[in-house]
C-alpha cells in the first residue's frame, strides 16, 4: 500500500490544522493506521492510532483531549484533527499502515507498522 499525508501547514498558537492520509489498493480496511510525528533534534514518537473499524482509538497522554483520528474506510483514508496546538507540536507527521487480519485492534510503535507515507511539516507558531 502507498500512503500520502497532507495538511501541514503554518498556524498560531491555539488553531487547528486537519492532516489527511490516503492510502492506494483496494484492502484498506485490513489495516490498522496510525500517525507518528519527528520534531527537530529528536526521535520519531506516536501520536494516535486506529483500528481497522474504526472503532477502537489510542493517543499519546501528550495529544489526548487535542487530536482526533478518523478513518473513512469508503474512502481509503485516515485523518487527524488537531485543535488547540502548541509549539511543541511543530513536527513532521507521518502517516502508517499495519496489516491485520481479524483483529480489530490498534498499534503504538513504529516496529508494528508495515507502511509509511513520506510525511507533512507542521508548524505552530507562538
Known amino acids: 500500500v502507498q500512503l500520502q499525508a497532507c495538511g501541514g501547514g503554518l498556524v498560531q498558537a491555539g488553531g487547528s490544522l486537519r492532516l489527511s492520509c490516503a492510502a492506494s489498493g483496494r484492502t484498506f480496511n485490513n489495516y490498522a493506521m496510525g500517525w507518528f510525528r519527528q520534531a527537530p533534534g529528536k526521535e520519531r514518537e506516536f501520536v494516535a492510532s486506529i483500528s481497522r473499524s474504526g472503532g477502537r482509538t489510542y493517543y499519546a497522554d501528550s495529544v489526548k483531549g487535542r487530536f482526533t483520528i478518523s478513518r473513512d474506510n469508503a474512502k481509503n483514508t485516515v485523518y487527524l484533527q488537531m485543535n488547540s496546538l502548541k509549539p511543541e507540536d511543530t513536527a513532521v507527521y507521518y502517516c502508517?499502515?499495519?496489516?491485520?487480519?481479524?483483529?480489530?485492534?490498534?498499534?503504538?510503535?513504529?516496529?508494528?507498522?508495515?507502511?509509511w507515507g513520506q510525511g507533512t511539516q507542521v508548524t505552530v507558531s507562538s
Open positions: 502508517a499502515a499495519a496489516i491485520l487480519f481479524g483483529r480489530d485492534s490498534y498499534y503504538i510503535h513504529e516496529y508494528e507498522y508495515d507502511y
